[in-house]
């Protein structure tokens, strides 16, 4: 069904779809209509889960880690400060190897008080064992909670996944959504950890550093594994629905010889910015991150790099910047924009290839070279 | 009376400390739950004396989780059951610390909420899991290595906490009194929604008591009148019978405050002050079980 939705949504028709058995969650700006519209489908039976009003992000996570360890689909969202509130249960969740599925609209942490878009909130949930996409349209934020949960619970997998989306520019901005039928696309949970009295176990018991090292390499493992079982999904979700998804989105990038690497919707912009600058007869060429766990290779070999980050980790860097320098070798100019919500336009863009610095790192419109 | 079933579910070389409350309680709590049951453990003394992985001496699944934790997931853990149409209980058992001071947030949102599971907090009046600190439950006057010189503050009153949530049951235990606690958690899981018990916990190292004296102490602090026994099923106040001879004729509460190391060098201010608030605690209670308030 062809509608116009906002990307919060678009990723709550997914959930609609996806049929978690248990819906735990916590209003924080630009979240909110998730779990409304969610509450809104409960109460109205369009979608029969049971949905947990919780009283903070860190109950929402720690409900849905008791839900989920019964082999039931979880979902839940949450932001900026409400990540950051439940970050001890988002550990757990991953170290349980629980398939629970988060939305997190992007928002910047405070102070002072900030609510629009940022990549920070995430980014330092890097560590955690959390698969991260970064979506760029409100279609993708569909599909890519759709496909969340298949990923999430492979076997090859069973590790949480978080679909990320930038507060307002996505969450809150109208765009044409095909709503599909799921149907049998998430295949049934079997959770091979479930909680089961008839086999007691003790889980999370006090573990010593032998198996407590052995249990950490098998959630790399997974994660590494996790780049087939995504390639996978995205091919059968290509079959099945018709749209196609990379670890990274490619635009123009065959010939290109600078390339502008971005996620989220600095990542769409990007593609208007190689337009102008190809018009102007520079061979250019964008790279829009989209899973940033496991983190993707990118072909950048022979070719200038601008990074731009609309995050920051400080007294280090640009997260993306620092990532690709680290995994690729490059030497990326580093643009840090869009900060707290900063209005980044494709000519803005235009322009941060045309004066690139490789090596060096500019704050736009704060500080030339830092 | 039920019989108290012979299986055990506490099985032997726990890691317990010699003369442990809490592992005396869980066993009855264990009996009365039976094998259909989870516990949601959060970081306490109970996630220590299961063992090391991949042994447990815990003979139910045991769920243990983040210190704040218990109560929220308990809630999300009961929900997915009962969507599958599942019985088992769910039991959130955390300590003083896990309930009074880091975890009373989770519990009252998942009391507000009416979630179907039962809430026992041992309680054995300090930070025991990490050697013995004050919490929001250590009674006024005691010395934890946070408290040196005795604590300033009286013992937070949980159960009016709890009671303000208006759950249809909930009850005070002791396991010097094991049938007592037994029943109360058969009653407890008779019930849907968030019911609660709050088990005195005598803790030998950390009260500095003799190991074999653990009995001894929980009948003391009932006998005493510092610990008194009681259910609100329903709302309605009923004191159990060996609190109700504690306030006809109670023992002196010297008995039990001299018993106990971490009351040394108390002064008679504070001990007068200890007894002045548990009568205050026992008067309320007689009137709320005469219906008078």
């Keep these: ?370 | 009376m039920t019989e108290i079933p012979r299986e055990e579910y506490i099985l032997k070389c726990t890691s317990a400390c010699a003369g442990c409350g809490d592992s005396l309680s869980l066993r009855y709590v264990l009996k009365a739950a039976g094998p259909d049951t989870v516990l949601v453990v959060p970081a306490c003394c109970t996630s220590v004396i299961q063992g090391i992985y991949p042994n447990t001496a815990f003979n139910v699944p045991v769920y243990n989780v983040a210190f704040a934790a218990a109560a929220a997931c308990a809630s999300g853990m009961s929900a997915a059951l009962r969507a599958a149409g599942k019985k088992t209980n769910v039991i959130a058992y955390a300590g003083d610390g896990g309930t009074v001071d880091i975890g009373i947030q989770a519990l009252s949102g998942a009391f507000e909420r009416g979630a179907d599971f039962l809430y026992i907090c041992y309680d054995n009046e300090a930070y025991g899991n990490t050697g013995m600190q004050r919490s929001g439950a250590t009674p006024l006057g005691a010395r934890t290595t946070t408290t040196p010189a005795g604590k300033m503050q009286p013992k937070k009153d949980l159960d009016a906490i709890v009671a303000a949530h208006r759950p249809p049951y909930m009850a005070t235990a002791c396991p010097a009194y094991p049938k007592d606690l037994f029943q109360k958690v058969k009653k407890a899981l008779s019930y849907r929604g968030p019911t609660f018990i709050h088990i005195l916990s005598p803790c030998p190292p950390g009260w500095r008591f003799s190991t074999e004296k653990t009995v001894e102490m929980g009948k003391l602090a009932v006998r005493t009148g510092m610990w008194i026994l009681y259910e609100r099923e329903q709302g309605k106040v009923t004191i159990n019978g060996p609190s109700k001879a504690a306030m006809v004729k109670p023992l002196p509460v010297g008995e039990y405050i001299r018993a106990q190391g971490r009351f040394k060098g108390i002064s008679a201010e504070t001990v007068a002050r200890m007894v002045d608030d548990a009568a205050a605690l026992a008067r309320r209670l007689q009137k709320e079980e005469e219906g008078i308030c």
């Excluded at chain 1, 849905?64 to 990540?83: E, M, P, Y």
Aim: proline letters at 5%; a negative charge; one cysteine or more.
């Design chain 1, 1 to 370: 069904m062809l509608t116009v939705a906002t990307g919060n949504k678009a990723v709550a028709a997914a959930v609609k779809e996806a049929a978690p058995a248990v819906v735990a969650a916590y209003p924080i700006t630009p979240q909110t209509e998730i779990v409304e519209q969610i509450a809104e489908y409960v109460s109205s039976g369009e979608l029969k889960s049971q949905y947990i009003p919780v009283e903070s992000e860190h109950s929402a996570m720690a409900a849905c880690i008791g839900a989920s360890v019964t082999g039931a689909r979880t979902f839940t969202a949450t932001s900026s400060h409400g990540l950051h509130y439940m970050h001890e249960m988002v550990n757990w969740a991953a170290g349980a190897r629980l398939p629970i599925v988060m939305a997190n609209v992007n928002r910047a942490l405070g102070p002072g008080w900030n609510i629009w878009a940022e990549h920070t909130d995430a980014f330092q949930e890097r560590d955690s064992g959390w698969l991260q996409v970064y979506v760029g349209s409100v279609q993708e934020a569909f599909d890519a909670v759709l496909m969340a949960f298949c990923i999430a619970e492979d076997e090859r997998v069973l590790l949480p996944v978080m679909v990320n989306l930038d507060g307002f520019l996505l969450s809150h901005t109208m765009q044409p959504l095909e709503i599909e039928k799921a149907g049998d696309f998430i295949p049934p949970l079997h959770l091979p950890h479930a909680i089961d009295p008839q086999n007691p176990c003790g889980y999370g018991t006090l573990t010593g550093p032998d198996d407590y090292f052995r249990l950490r390499w098998d959630i790399e493992r997974s994660m590494r594994d996790a780049v087939d079982v995504i390639r996978g999904t995205q091919e059968r979700f290509a079959r099945r629905f018709g749209r196609k998804y990379g670890m990274v989105d490619e635009y123009r990038c065959d010939d290109a010889e600078v390339v502008i690497v971005a996620a989220g919707t600095l990542g769409r912009e990007a593609e208007v910015a190689v337009d102008l600058l190809r018009d102007e007869g520079t061979r250019a060429g964008s790279m829009r991150i989209r899973w940033f766990r496991p983190f993707p290779r990118l072909d950048l070999s022979g070719r200038d790099v601008v990074v731009i980050d609309r995050d920051y980790s400080f007294g280090f860097g640009g997260v993306l910047a620092k990532s690709i320098a680290a995994t690729e070798g490059a030497r990326p100019f580093s643009v840090i924009a869009g900060l707290g919500g900063q209005e980044v336009t494709y000519e803005d863009i235009a322009g941060f290839v045309r004066n690139r610095q490789p090596g060096r790192e500019l704050w736009f419109g704060v500080n030339g070279d830092v």
